[in-house]
């Protein structure tokens, strides 16, 4: 008995850890979404290229771990803003459907561009972490610190995050735009500005996610399609929801990870979107989400 | 520029709006039929493609383009319409039982993932559409007593009676008949009231529903119409290969054919052809251009990818109606001359329409 019971557990956190790195990217679409209404599809591809950012400051410049960290989650900040600048802000007021199309566009580009970039390529890569084969034991558990960092670095952020909307000025800033743009653009928000930042932290999650992705999965051109499994994380949390994302994220990640082990083989791949269109035709509104009324 | 005079309501939905227009299309007709005399195997292969993924792209076109619902699960359809097309001939029954089947069950399905689509709209049922695309993905992959799953079936070349669709130029004209046929289908849906009820609920839901649109009905009549269209495509795509897996129908796929659609210019069935013929002579185009290329470049695998994806992000912003909306632009300037102004074609843009507060 005790067994099974460890065992479960070793499926539930490695679920978690697993669920971390979803709700992670769909923090990432989520944020986006609040704050101009697109989703972004390229939000996976975002999470390699940071990936492939940390592998060059970490692997090929030989930096040490947590400045190539750094290092990464700033110069994707900067990229997101930048993306947002030269490809997106040329289409504000264009229909959502068009803008989401050119995210489409822009992760097959950012995808193949990535296998083209010299020392980058189609291989698979590695760097070691301060995790890398360090592991904590208790009783029949054994848990990867490389798990434990994904689960604790989220947790991290999550708190960061709340700080940042509840408590400084660019936040709430933030928030007002979302809720309604019209109205932060009398109050004095600069809307631009803020499209501007929820790029660049969308971005820089996205990096985030993809470091500590990176010991599990390893570095390659197509670890961005994990982007797919996080909409129905986002999906389920309801989609405008930071803590819906997080939370969405967890329950598709235990589930997949129980599904692996208690179902059939081939329901592990699908638990997520099975759940998904359950959501979508039960609950479309998600567990965090409001109701939308549709106005004229 | 030429001026109607319109005596009857019927004449601002008639099929070819002038004369003129029903033999310039004629002649096109005849033309492609004339082309397997002039042009090679291969070209015709291509072109064979083309007709192929113009009848799944028509099929899109009346769901995203006319009625703006947002697929991203069309690979399913396609699939579903190979699989059916596949199963049914290798246990022995006819092509021609196995296409319109293929159509018919896509487009059973298709009311299926209509049902929940009628709560949804927008991203909420491209990502629904999307979850469903790869439930069916990997149910092909495990359902292997009928599917042989990862390892792919084989098919024998159409036959009807006693006609073998064997050569290139023989499966051509297939393909070409079809696409035909669905063309006008098409052309002729959109132009009854169940077509006209797609246009308004595209244009605006609750207008429609105002004006007495049942949204239900011709929601699911759309999806199921244009998974009928992409279950034929299907059908005929695998005959062409008579080698199918499911690795040949994942997400890519229904980009893929979005990207054509959008391309194309969204809303007209020009559209629909013009962007699929883009897409599929795409890589053509990178090949022929190789030698042009710089070192770097040219033996990138990831040149096409690259390219189609720089290819949708570039239309969107700068020619946001596609190449049939180009094409219109230049037949306008040539029609009303000197008086061309850029403005008539000017969008208003929408500024802080938000959905949900």
């Known amino acids: 008995m005790a067994q099974v019971l460890s065992d479960l557990l070793q499926y539930v956190l490695s679920g978690i850890a697993t669920g971390c790195i979803y709700g992670l990217v769909a923090l990432g679409f989520v944020l986006i979404y609040k704050a101009t209404e697109v989703v972004n599809f390229a939000q996976g591809e975002l999470m390699t290229l940071g990936a492939f950012m940390a592998f060059t400051f970490i692997g090929i410049l030989k930096l040490p771990y947590w400045a190539g960290f750094l290092f990464t989650v700033l110069f994707m900040g900067i990229f997101g803003s930048l993306l947002e600048r030269v490809v997106l802000r040329p289409l504000v007021g264009e229909p959502v459907f068009a803008i989401v199309m050119v995210t489409i566009g822009f992760g097959i580009f950012a995808r193949s561009a990535v296998s083209m970039i010299p020392g980058w390529g189609t291989e698979t890569y590695g760097f070691r972490t301060p995790f890398t084969e360090k592991f904590l034991k208790h009783g029949g558990l054994i848990i990867s610190w490389e798990h434990m960092a994904i689960i604790i670095l989220t947790a991290a952020l999550v708190v960061l995050f709340y700080c940042f909307f509840k408590y400084t000025r660019i936040g709430v800033a933030m928030q007002a735009a979302s809720e309604n743009q019209l109205a932060a653009v009398y109050m004095g928000v600069n809307v631009k500005k803020v499209f501007s930042l929820t790029w660049a932290i969308s971005s820089a999650v996205g990096a985030f996610a993809g470091i500590l992705l990176a010991p599990i999965t390893f570095v390659h051109m197509n670890m961005g399609f994990i982007g797919l499994k996080a909409f129905p994380a986002a999906v389920l949390g309801g989609f405008g929801s930071v803590p819906g994302a997080i939370v969405g994220g967890l329950i598709i990640g235990v589930t997949e990870s129980l599904a692996g082990v208690y179902l059939p083989i081939g329901w592990k791949d699908v638990a997520a979107y099975i759940i998904l269109i359950l959501v979508l035709m039960v609950r479309p509104e998600g567990i965090f989400g409001i109701q939308e009324k549709k106005k004229v | 520029m030429r001026f109607l005079m319109r005596r009857d309501y019927y004449e601002d939905i008639r099929l070819f709006r002038y004369r003129s227009t029903f033999f310039w299309y004629l002649a096109l007709v005849v033309g492609i039929l004339l082309l397997p005399f002039v042009l090679g195997d291969y070209a015709i292969s291509q072109l064979t493609f083309i007709a192929i993924y113009s009848i799944a792209s028509v099929g899109l076109m009346l769901l995203t383009g006319y009625t703006g619902q947002i697929s991203l699960g ?216 190789k030698n042009y290329l710089p070192h770097f470049l040219r033996d990138q695998t990831g040149l096409e990818p690259a390219l189609y994806g720089l290819m949708i992000m570039l239309f969107i912003i700068f020619e946001p109606m596609g190449i049939y909306g180009r094409w219109r632009k230049i037949k306008f300037y040539f029609e009303t001359f000197p008086l061309y102004k850029k403005e008539t074609f000017k969008k208003e843009k929408k500024y802080y329409k938000a959905e949900r507060h």
Do not use: C
């Not at chain 2, 609750?206 to 929601?219: E, F, H, P, R």
């Open chain 2, 74 to 289: 069309h690979a399913a359809f396609f699939a579903i319409g190979s699989y059916t097309s596949a199963i049914l001939t290798t246990k022995g029954a006819p092509f021609l039982v196995g296409l319109p089947m293929a159509g018919v069950l896509a487009a059973l399905v298709g009311i299926i993932i209509g049902l929940p689509a009628l709560r949804l709209s927008g991203l909420y049922l491209a990502i629904a559409t999307m979850g469903f695309s790869f439930i069916v993905e990997e149910v092909l992959v495990r359902w292997d007593k009928l599917t042989r799953g990862n390892l792919g079936m084989h098919l024998k070349p159409p036959t009807i009676g006693p006609i073998e669709f064997v050569t290139e130029k023989s499966y051509y004209y297939l393909a070409l008949v079809l696409l035909i046929f669905v063309i006008l289908a098409a052309k002729n849906i959109l132009r009854s009231p169940t077509g006209r009820a797609m246009i308004a609920i595209r244009d605006s839901e609750v207008a429609a529903q105002t004006m007495g649109v049942n949204l239900a009905k011709y929601k699911t009549m759309a999806f199921a119409i244009s998974a009928f269209f992409t279950g034929l495509a299907g059908s005929l795509y695998a005959h062409k290969l008579t080698f199918i897996n499911p690795e040949s129908y994942t997400i890519l796929v229904s980009i893929e054919l979005l990207a054509m659609i959008i391309i194309g210019g969204l809303g007209s069935i020009h559209g629909a052809v013009f962007g699929t013929a883009f897409v599929i002579l795409l890589p053509q185009m990178i090949i022929l251009s």
